[in-house]
């Protein structure tokens, strides 16, 4: 399966920053689309913000104009700058891969990191 690493989450005051980061590790030829979803207490998981492999990207509404999405093709690495957060943030932020290619030619239609805590006091 798609190792994903995660790193980065904390604790921050509200109206703080914090970046995450991703690596897939492995020998790996290519990588579709990478993302970070959260699940918060007593919800369900929603996707955060997502990025293709040629750069395209989209973001919940929610975080739209605070949280920039960004990825290291060569490095197999996605990361989120998160700005402006608020206690509403407040979650397990989980790495998403999907469309996995290893140059011996195993494939996964996705993948998941084990999550990294984010929490915002007010």
């Known amino acids: 399966q798609v190792q994903l690493v995660e790193s980065g989450g904390g604790l921050v005051q509200a109206g703080g920053s914090l970046r995450l980061s991703c690596a897939a590790s492995?020998?790996?030829?290519?990588?579709?689309?990478m993302g970070w979803y959260r699940q918060a207490p007593g919800k369900q998981r929603e996707m955060v913000a997502a990025?293709?492999?040629?750069?395209?990207?989209d973001y919940a509404d929610s975080v739209k104009g605070r949280f920039t999405i960004s990825r290291d093709n060569a490095k197999n690495s996605v990361y989120l700058q998160m700005n402006s957060l608020k206690p509403e943030d407040t979650a397990v932020y989980y790495c998403n891969a999907r469309d996995v290619e290893y140059y011996n030619g195993t494939y996964y239609p996705a993948g998941w990191g084990q999550g990294t805590q984010v929490t915002v006091s007010s």
């Open positions: 990025i293709l492999s040629g750069g395209s990207t």
């Open positions: 492995g020998k790996i030829f290519s990588i579709n689309a």
